[in-house]
């Protein structure tokens, strides 16, 4: 996949770009990430890319001649056919099912902002798609850019080594994941729960279903609505439930 980045930091992609999953998948070659400043495209003498608001208020916008010319030297980093992608506050969220989307094309350009934003005709001439993070206030669109970056570039064949944690997250897609221990078996007199210790894997998949389902009902409600539980899950979100009302611990007892 080949990504090109329109910012006016481009040197807040190299860190992240070059580091963890997604420095890893970019070494191997599966995935490519360039960046083009506009304000190497400004046509005045001191590089002006932003200009006040008409109407007046607060704060400077986006120019669109140097943003335009930025984003049609991005598009010739990239396939014929790859998206223009705004991030901005106005978005639509992100989530996994775009990320999941994104993850089958050939390339994309992502236009991160800063200032106050773009000139709209900007993104009625060029924008295919705007995206959010969500519903907070970011400084500029390029940490959304490499949150977008990096939840697509995990999904790309080859990228995570094992394969492993792909099936996993795809295999629970939807719900919260269930809490995880790991050595010493007591810390500060909290104990592993039990069943992670005794070695019985049916019992071990059942205890992380109850707990990934009864998370996903208590913080996140929203991600069971219109989701239909099989009757393994019901019984054991209801079981989570009824435990949870008993105030039933005994999971975290320590055993010695
Ligand atoms: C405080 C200024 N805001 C009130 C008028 C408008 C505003 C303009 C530009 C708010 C944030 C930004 C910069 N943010 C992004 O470019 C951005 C963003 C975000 O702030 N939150 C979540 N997702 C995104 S994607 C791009």
């Not at 970011?138 to 944690?165: C, F, H, N, W, Y």
Request: proline share 6%; hydrophobic share 40%.
């Amino acid at each position: 996949m080949d990504i090109a980045v329109v910012s006016l930091f481009p040197e807040m992609l190299a860190p992240f770009t070059e580091l963890g999953v997604v420095g890893r998948a970019v070494q191997r070659g599966l995935v490519r990430v360039g960046s083009v400043d506009p304000r190497g495209y400004a046509t005045d003498v001191h590089g002006t890319v932003d200009d006040r608001p008409y109407g007046g208020g607060p704060g400077m916008l986006l120019r669109v001649e140097p943003c335009a010319t930025a984003i049609a030297a991005a598009r010739s980093q990239v396939p014929g056919g790859s998206p223009v992608i705004f991030l901005t506050p106005q978005g639509r969220k992100f989530d996994q099912a775009v990320a999941r989307r994104l993850a089958t094309l050939p390339g994309m350009v992502l236009v991160a902002g800063r200032y106050e934003g773009f000139d709209e005709r900007l993104i009625e001439m060029v924008c295919d798609e705007e995206l959010s993070l969500g519903d907070f206030v970011l400084s500029g669109g390029e940490l959304a850019a490499l949150a977008v970056i990096d939840a697509t570039v995990r999904l790309l064949p080859g990228v995570l080594g094992d394969g492993q944690s792909a099936v996993e997250d795809s295999f629970s897609a939807g719900l919260l994941d269930h809490p995880h221990y790991t050595r010493p078996e007591v810390v500060e007199g909290r104990a592993v729960p039990g069943v992670l210790l005794a070695g019985d894997h049916e019992a071990i998949r059942r205890w992380r279903r109850k707990q990934a389902l009864g998370r996903t009902s208590l913080r996140r409600p929203e991600l069971l609505q219109g989701r239909s539980l099989t009757t393994e899950d019901r019984r054991l979100l209801d079981e989570f439930l009824e435990e949870r009302r008993l105030g039933n611990e005994d999971d975290n007892r320590p055993l010695h």
